[in-house]
């Protein structure tokens, strides 16, 4: 990995313009300026950047950079990649703002690909008007998969509670019949060994939830859990695994069960994260596990209703940097 003065670099993209990205980048970045373990790199227009960063009293001050090289601590490093520098227009859904975002992000995870930064932090995006013939994703979890070329899970952290999901991004419609045992296999091993990598947990237990209503009470409100999710337990015992479940999902999230595993394993987006983001509250973070690079984001949207306001909290993309350094640690302390 790359550093500069034994520190990493985080790249960071700007997100949707128009919505809270850069207040939370700067924020953090305030909260976070006696950190001594990271240098971010932010990806984006200079002047657009320079325009919002004087909306807010910040200590931290600007520092314009042509190369990730040029990056220095205790300084906004902004790496302008001859963006089109756009007029913010907060709280406004607008194609150029995604236009940006895209730019952003692309060149902010080519950086960590070609090993000039360490892992990469995200901003939100508005996932609508991200959209083009380069981005014909849901999400950026789909995104990372495709140019960072692995297989991903979709992993929400916080220091109390871990869940990663079965399926992200789907209509509700779609969820059962992409319910499958080789990709409750596949993300079950992924939880395992990110956690073992990422995390330091060396024996990993981890819950698998139910898809129907009572774990479908022996077939008669469904038969994915006996069909699909029993024998894909089964299977991952047997390669000495621990797992356990399938959990009805309404009563397991309680104080009493959360302690007693690693992370939980969730068939669907709403089932893990209602109640994630509940337990996490401001502190949760999207941790895109299972590929070769870092990459984390706060668990929250573009915040069109606050954006421009200086009330955004910036909890999460605290976080979400610190989560990424941390794993970083941990994977450099497993290669060593």
């Known amino acids: 990995m790359m550093k500069n003065k034994d520190l990493y670099r985080i790249a960071i993209s700007i997100g949707d313009i128009n919505g809270i990205g850069l207040e939370i980048i700067f924020k953090a970045l305030e909260k976070l300026k006696g ?16 325009h919002v960063f004087e909306l807010f009293e910040l200590r ?29 227009k907060f709280g406004e859904n607008r194609p150029e703002a995604g236009e940006l975002a895209f ?19 995200t901003a939100p995006i508005n996932k609508n008007n991200i959209q083009s013939e380069e981005f014909r994703f849901p999400g950026h979890t789909e995104f990372l998969e495709n140019i960072w070329v692995g297989k991903s899970l979709m992993f929400m952290v916080h220091p109390q509670i871990k869940v990663g999901l079965v399926t992200n991004h789907l209509p509700v419609k779609e969820i059962a019949k992409n319910i499958t045992q080789q990709r ?4 079950i091993e992924l939880i395992f060994t990110s956690l073992k990598k990422d995390f330091g947990i060396v024996q990993p237990k981890i819950a698998v939830l139910a898809l129907n209503p009572h774990a479908g009470d022996n077939g008669i409100l469904g038969e994915e859990e006996n069909k699909i999710i029993i024998p894909a337990i089964k299977e991952k015992l047997e390669k000495n695994r621990i797992v356990f479940g399938p959990f009805p999902a309404d009563s397991f999230f309680t104080a009493s069960n959360l302690p007693k ?10 089932q893990g994260l209602a109640s994630f983001k509940s337990l996490a509250g401001l502190e949760g973070v999207n941790f895109t596990a299972g590929l070769d690079y870092v990459r984390t984001s706060p668990d929250h949207g573009v ?31 497993i290669s060593e």
């Open 35 to 50: 950190n001594k373990n990271f240098i971010p790199v932010i990806f984006g227009p200079s002047n657009t950047i320079k």
């Open 60 to 88: 931290l001050k600007l520092h314009f950079i042509q190369s990730e090289e040029q990056a220095e601590p205790n300084f906004i490093n902004v790496l302008d990649r001859n963006y089109k520098n756009i007029y913010v």
């Open 103 to 121: 730019l952003s992000l692309k060149h902010a995870a080519e950086s960590v690909r070609l090993g000039k930064c360490d892992a990469l932090v």
């Open 184 to 187: 409750i296999e596949q993300k």
């Open 261 to 270: 595993f690693d992370a939980i394993l969730a068939m669907y987006h709403d």
């Open 303 to 333: 915040a069109y209703d606050i954006a421009g306001e200086n009330k955004a909290d910036a909890k999460s993309m605290e976080a979400a940097i610190e989560t990424a350094v941390q794993i970083l640690n941990h994977r450099k302390s």
